[in-house]
T-cell receptor
Framework: DADVTQTPRNRITKTGKRIMLECSQT?????MYWYRQDPGLGLRLIYY???????NKGEISDGYSVSRQAQAKFSLSLESAIPNQTALYFC???????????FGPGTRLTVL | QKEVEQNSGPLSVPEGAIASLNCTYS??????FFWYRQYSGKSPELIMS????GDKEDGRFTAQLNKASQYVSLLIRDSQPSDSATYLC???????????FGKGTHLIIQP
């Protein structure tokens, strides 16, 4: 079984809709991250969490919110989706004590 | 703003040759450096990490770090067609806990 899973894997939605992307991990890591990847722009950090009570904004948090429901679960929400949020979204976890991050399979989101 | 720069390529290398991928970074306090491989439509896969100046070897891969020059490189020896992918350089600097990624270099190994 995969250590980091993401659901859904693909989603098409319409402008203005609320959507939630979910991430679960069985690695037992405390730290979890959400990134988005756009062609020509690389991966950019949206939010990260040290634990259930510690949520932090990344480089591009506007238009997004997150929830850390448990150590193993970290969800990303788009309250009112817009077309420029069309991207590939990745969840990642970090292994202590170094900074190595391990990525989930990604969610391809299209906002029409 | 922290930046990580890579040549986007494509970099074309004959099978069996050495592929050399380069990366520069702007944040002088950066301490951790990573190379990820990403196949089209797939997630990034960690292939090398390096934390101190010098070379680090793992199988056919060698990472090189020069903090004074703010430069990281990845060498792939005996390149195989399966090495064809986009290679992402990532840096953990000061400030936010996440990684800063370069835009990636597209590597093509020609049979």
């Amino acid at each position: 079984d995969a250590d980091v899973t993401q659901t859904p894997r693909n989603r098409i939605t319409k402008t203005g809709k609320r959507i939630m992307l979910e991430c679960s991990q069985t690695k037992g890591h405390d730290r979890m991250y959400w990134y988005r990847q756009d062609p020509g722009l690389g991966l950019r950090l949206i939010y990260y969490s040290f634990d259930v009570k510690d949520i932090n904004k990344g480089e591009i948090s506007d238009g997004y919110s997150v929830s850390r429901q448990a150590q193993a679960k970290f969800s990303l929400s788009l309250e009112s989706a817009i077309p420029n949020q069309t991207a590939l979204y990745f969840c990642a976890t970090k292994a202590p004590p170094n900074n190595e991050q391990f990525f989930g399979p990604g969610t391809r989101l299209t906002v029409l | 703003q922290k930046e990580v720069e890579q040549n986007s390529g494509p970099l074309s290398v004959p099978e069996g040759a050495i592929a050399s991928l380069n990366c520069t970074y702007s944040d002088r306090v950066s301490q951790s450096f990573f190379w990820y491989r990403q196949y089209s439509g797939k997630s990034p896969e960690l292939i090398m990490s390096i934390y101190s100046n010098g070379d680090k070897e793992d199988g056919r891969f060698t990472a090189q770090l020069n903090k004074a020059s703010q430069y990281v490189s990845l060498l792939i020896r005996d390149s195989q067609p399966s090495d064809s992918a986009t290679y992402l350089c990532a840096v953990k600097g000061g400030g936010a806990d996440g990684l800063t990624f370069g835009k990636g270099t597209h590597l093509i190994i020609q049979p």
